[in-house]
């Protein structure tokens, strides 16, 4: 059973619009929400995280919005620039179960077109 | 600031071959330690993480194993390489704060394993 879902495999978006990357998850239990960016034959690298006591973080062009009742969140990026094309993570952590474990979704490739 | 190396990079094994990938972190000191597989078309899975020297928790039963001999260092190793095993591996760190391990998670360049 899949925890945390990424159900768009892929993305296409016009450099300087904004890209939206969504990701939604079953686990009631996650308390914190973290955003991962990868390129190919690399490791993720770290974008953003949200604790589930808040329901907006911002960091320059990239921003994460968590919606606990619908169970949803979503990266905003403005504006896309083509360096930010790579597969993007959501992944999502329990901190109560007792495990370090991050549930991971199965990625969103994102294209931004010049 | 912090660094995490793996190697090799790439390795290709026969079947029923030994493994053997090594981590290491530089810049921090008692960091958490895990180890992903990253399979073809698939998310990251977890399949160890380690708190301390010695001490290795697995979440996914397998023909692999873990060890961490040195605070830094973490070894992923298998005994008799699978086709299955084939995949994209990755090592990843997290400080501890307040007793309890950050859920920011870093990662390293990953080892590309193709089992023939």
């Known amino acids: ?114 | 600031s912090q660094t995490i190396h793996q190697w090799p990079a790439t390795l290709v094994q026969p079947v029923g071959s030994p493994l053997s990938l090594e981590c290491t972190v530089e810049g921090t000191s008692n960091p958490n330690l895990y180890w992903y597989r990253q399979a073809a078309g698939r998310g990251l899975q977890l399949l160890f993480y380690s708190v301390g020297i010695g001490q290795i928790s697995s979440e996914v039963p397998q023909n692999l194993s873990a060890s961490r001999p040195q605070d830094r260092q973490f070894i992923l190793s298998s005994k008799k390489l699978l086709l299955s095993d084939s995949g994209f591996y990755l090592c990843a760190w997290s400080a501890l704060l307040n007793g309890g391990a950050r859920a920011e998670q870093y990662f390293g360049p990953g080892t590309r394993l193709t089992v023939t």
């Not at chain 1, 990026?77 to 495990?99: L, M, T």
């Open chain 1, 1 to 114: 059973d899949q925890q945390v879902k990424q159900n768009s495999p892929s993305l296409s978006v016009q450099e300087g619009r904004i890209s939206i990357l969504n990701c939604d998850y079953t686990n009631s239990m996650f308390d914190y929400f973290l955003w991962y960016k990868k390129y190919p034959a690399e490791g993720p690298t770290f974008l953003i995280s949200i604790s589930s006591i808040k329901d907006k973080n911002e960091d320059g062009r990239f921003t994460v919005f968590l919606n606990k009742s619908a169970k949803h969140l979503s990266l905003h990026i403005v504006p896309s620039q083509p360096g930010d094309s790579a597969v993007y993570f959501c992944a999502a952590r329990n901190s109560g179960a007792g495990s370090y474990q991050l549930t991971f979704g199965k990625g969103t490739k994102l294209s931004v077109i010049p």
